[in-house]
């Protein structure tokens, strides 16, 4: 996700995305975590998935 996916996301300005790293470098770091734990809540589904239409391939054999 692009810096302006992320400020569409949330509904602010890219500029204000890039004012939030230097001014308020905490709050950007939280968002950033949060985008982050998104972004791995995702790949762990669709590993799950992958996993659970192997373990359908491997029950008809």
């Given amino acids: 996700m ?4 992320m400020a569409g996301y949330l509904d602010i ?3 204000t995305l890039r004012n939030w790293r ?3 470098q ?6 950033m975590q949060g985008f982050a734990v998104e972004d791995i809540k995702k790949l762990l ?4 998935e ?3 239409s192997a373990g359908e391939v491997e029950k008809k054999k």
Avoid: A, C, G
Avoid at 45 to 48: I, Q
């Fill in 13 to 15: 300005t890219p500029m």
């Fill in 22 to 24: 230097k001014d308020k």
């Fill in 45 to 48: 589904k669709e590993s799950v």
């Fill in 2 to 5: 692009t810096q302006r996916d």
């Fill in 26 to 31: 905490n709050l950007y770091k939280i968002i």
């Fill in 50 to 52: 992958k996993l659970d």
